[in-house]
C-alpha cells in the first residue's frame, strides 16, 4: 500500500514531512540527531525487557533469535537495524516510502536481512501476521487517531508476546521541553515536527490496549542528562516515557 492510504491512523501531512527527511536519517548530526542520540537507550530497554520475559540472555550476540518483531514506523531502520544484529527477525513498515527505500539501501550496505514494507500496521493485521515483539517507538503522536492506531498494534501480538510504546506525555512540562526548547531553543528536531494536542498521556495508551487483552508489564520515564550529554531512564513519565504490554499466553 503506498502513502495515499486512506488507513484511520495515516496523517499525509506527516507521510509528506518524513518523506522529505528521509535522505537524513543515518546522519548522526542531521535532523534525526535526537533518535540517534535516544536510539541506544531504548534500545537496551527493548533488549532487557524482551530477554526477561522470554528467558533470554541481555548480552548474547542472538538473544533475539527465532523472535519475530514489526518495528511498526520504522523509518530508515534505526531501530530495526540493531534488532536484527541481536538475531530478531525483523519486519520494518513504514508509509513512507522514501524512508522504506533508505532503509532497504542501508541494510543491504549492512548485510543485514530485514523485511521491509511500505505499508501500515493496518495492512499487517488485516494480512493476519502476528509478532512475538511489537514496536511503536516515537509514532503514535504523529498518527491521526491513537486510540484506533494502538488497538491495531495491540491485535498484532501473538499470545504470550510484548507491545512497546514510546512516545511524548501531553503535559505542560512536555510543550515546554519537547517543542519550545528541543524545537525552537536547542534544535534537536526540526520546528513543526511534534504538536502538542497529538501527544498521548500513558492512561490513554492503556485505555486502548488493556481492553484488547493486554496487561502493562512497565513504564519508565526518559531524561536528558545534560551534564553526561545521554538519555536516562527515571521515574519521571511528565514528557518522554516508554511503556511495555504483554499478551497472555492462554
Not at 492512561?203 to 512497565?218: H, M, N, R, T
Request: charged share 20%; hydrophobic share 45%.
Amino acid at each position: 500500500m503506498n502513502a495515499t492510504s486512506t488507513i484511520s491512523s495515516v496523517d499525509p501531512q506527516e507521510i509528506r514531512r518524513f518523506d522529505a527527511m528521509a535522505a537524513d536519517w543515518w546522519n548522526p548530526r542531521g535532523s534525526m540527531k535526537a533518535l540517534h542520540r535516544l536510539n541506544p537507550l531504548r534500545l537496551r530497554y527493548i533488549r532487557d525487557q524482551v530477554a526477561g520475559h522470554f528467558g533470554r540472555s541481555a548480552t548474547a550476540l542472538g538473544g533475539l533469535k527465532d523472535l519475530r518483531l514489526a518495528d511498526i514506523g520504522c523509518g530508515a531502520g534505526l531501530l530495526s537495524e540493531p534488532l536484527a544484529k541481536l538475531g530478531g527477525t525483523v519486519t520494518g513498515i513504514d508509509m513512507a516510502a522514501a524512508n522504506i527505500e533508505m532503509a532497504k539501501a542501508h541494510a543491504a550496505r549492512s548485510n543485514l536481512i530485514i523485511d521491509y514494507r511500505n505499508s501500515a500496521a493496518e495492512d499487517l493485521l488485516a494480512a493476519g501476521e502476528r509478532f512475538d515483539v511489537v514496536l511503536a517507538m516515537e509514532i503514535v503522536e504523529h498518527v491521526t487517531d491513537p486510540a484506533a492506531f494502538l488497538k491495531t498494534c495491540a491485535g498484532l501480538v501473538k499470545p504470550g508476546g510484548l507491545l512497546f510504546v514510546s512516545t511524548i506525555n501531553r503535559t505542560m512540562k512536555a510543550y515546554a521541553l519537547a517543542i519550545v526548547a528541543a524545537e525552537n531553543v536547542l534544535r534537536w528536531v526540526p520546528r513543526g515536527t511534534h504538536d502538542w494536542n497529538k501527544f498521548v498521556t500513558p492512561s490513554e495508551i492503556g485505555a486502548a490496549v488493556e481492553p484488547e487483552g493486554l496487561v502493562e508489564l512497565d513504564r519508565a520515564g526518559v531524561i536528558y542528562n545534560p551534564l553526561f550529554d545521554e538519555w536516562r531512564l527515571a521515574r519521571d513519565t511528565d514528557v518522554n516515557y516508554m511503556m511495555v504490554f504483554s499478551r497472555g499466553a492462554g
